[in-house]
């Protein structure tokens, strides 16, 4: 459900990174292969379906003031809305009800990670995990220097 970062790519589309609430698999599509609009929703984006068979959806929201801990990924589901919508990217059959539809109050730019701080506690934990080292990698990469530093000393000592 959430995206996670829009990126410029070499298309006039930017790449939606985007994590699937059921599995935490993380994806990209590229805009081009989006739509505004869809089923009953004039205001719905669907993403593809992931491996794991879930299938999401993001919703454009008007809202003046919404939820603190939801604004990062408001603005960017807003910011990727406006995109399709200006790019004419929208479903046929919801032509009319988009432009009739107004600019939401909240729109973010378009590219730019969503902070953690607005994605559900899980993505935002396997994000971190994934861009910082695991703790126990570094303990191991410490004691592997360890040991070659008593190696050495061992060895020099040994020489002299
Ligand atoms: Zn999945």
């Known amino acids: ?7 410029a790519s070499n298309s006039a589309h930017p ?15 590229n805009a081009s292969a989006l739509t505004l609009g869809q089923g009953q929703s004039p205001h719905a984006i669907a993403l593809p379906p992931c491996a794991c068979g879930a299938q999401e959806f993001l919703q454009r929201t008007f809202d003046v003031h919404p939820v603190e801990s939801q604004a990062g990924h ?9 995109h399709l919508k200006a790019t004419g990217r929208i479903h046929s059959a919801h032509l009319a009800a988009v432009a009739a539809a107004p600019t939401p109050p909240q729109v973010g730019r378009l590219l730019g990670a969503v902070p953690d701080s607005s994605l559900p506690a899980r993505i935002a934990a396997k994000r971190r995990a ?7 990698a570094v303990a191991a990469a410490k004691a592997v220097l360890e040991a070659a ?7 020099v000592g040994a020489a002299s």
């Open 130 to 136: 994934k861009s910082e080292p695991a703790p126990d």
């Open 15 to 29: 790449d939606v990174v985007y994590v699937c609430a059921a599995c935490l698999k993380e994806s990209t599509v």
């Open 1 to 7: 459900m959430p995206i996670v970062n829009i990126l």
């Open 74 to 82: 408001r603005l960017a589901v807003n910011a990727l809305a406006e």
């Open 149 to 155: 530093k008593a190696a050495y000393a061992k060895a």
